[in-house]
Nanobody, 125 residues
Framework: QVQLVESGGGLVQAGDSLRLSCAASGRTFSSLTMGWFRQAPGKEREFVAGIGRDVGATQYADSVKGRSTISKDNAESKLYLQMSSLKPEDTAVYYC??????????????????WGQGTQVTVSS
């Protein structure tokens, strides 16, 4: 089992920056593929960014590419998502996800077995 706890959400204004954190436990963190997903009211959960196990190759959704950076600290077992130039359409509950499979399609919700409880990000215009 992997336990994930997100933090760092809040109410911000358009153009602001925000850093989300996810603390993981229960597995060797470097062996996990990690991802950030978000879900807005009435919409399906969608991929935001992912980072692979070990060397940590990254992927981003087009909607956040250039405005967001995913990173991880293996020593601290923490995952981060730094977001800048936030837009009202970034408003959603943001979820941290993890999987310990050998290969993970990090863009797929179904690929991840472990999820955090989510943290709300609200961007006002």
């Amino acid at each position: 089992q992997v336990q994930l706890v997100e933090s760092g959400g809040g109410l911000v204004q358009a153009g602001d920056s925000l850093r989300l954190s996810c603390a993981a436990s229960g597995r060797t963190f470097s062996s996990l593929t990690m991802g950030w997903f978000r879900q807005a009211p009435g919409k399906e959960r969608e991929f935001v960014a992912g980072i692979g196990r070990d060397v940590g190759a990254t992927q981003y959704a087009d909607s956040v590419k250039g405005r967001s950076t995913i990173s991880k600290d293996n020593a601290e077992s923490k995952l981060y998502l730094q977001m800048s130039s936030l837009k009202p359409e970034d408003t959603a509950v943001y979820y941290c996800a993890a999987d310990d499979s050998a290969w993970v399609n990090m863009r797929s919700v179904r690929a991840f077995d472990y999820w955090g409880q989510g943290t709300q990000v609200t961007v006002s215009s």
